[in-house]
């Protein structure tokens, strides 16, 4: 019996949108640029995972889409895979300690 996989979990996160537009494209540097989930199945709201998305200007995200990743990663001597990994978890460590302080959970012991 082969192995059975998880299926893709759906994360949305219009804040982390929101942060990832405020950046400037991974390649050119150019303002504004649009959130390019690495991981979408189809169109707008279905399956996407919003903490794979990665800062493209529209022009880098669309010859990823028709040429593929791995051409932009060559191409551009990226890893999209790694900048979306470290964008999401230092954006998420950040939001934590906000959290965190806000409900002085930040507050560490004085000795």
């Known amino acids: 019996m082969p192995p059975s996989f ?4 759906r994360t949305v ?13 991974l390649v050119c ?3 504004p640029s649009d959130p390019d989930h690495l991981i979408a199945l189809g169109t707008y709201q279905h399956k996407r995972n919003d903490l794979s998305a990665v800062p493209l200007c529209r022009t ?5 889409q ?3 990743m791995k051409w932009l990663n060559e191409k551009y001597s990226l890893d999209l895979w790694q900048v979306a ?5 230092g954006w ?3 939001k934590l ?11 560490t012991p004085k000795r």
């Open 29 to 31: 540097g150019k303002k």
């Open 97 to 107: 300690i906000d959290e965190n302080s806000q409900h002085g959970k930040g507050d």
């Open 66 to 68: 028709s040429r593929g």
């Open 13 to 25: 996160d219009e804040s982390y949108l929101a942060y990832v537009r405020l950046l400037p494209c």
């Open 92 to 94: 998420l460590a950040e």
């Open 85 to 89: 990994w470290r964008m999401a978890t």
């Open 6 to 9: 998880p299926k893709p979990t």
């Open 60 to 64: 880098h995200h669309g010859e990823r």
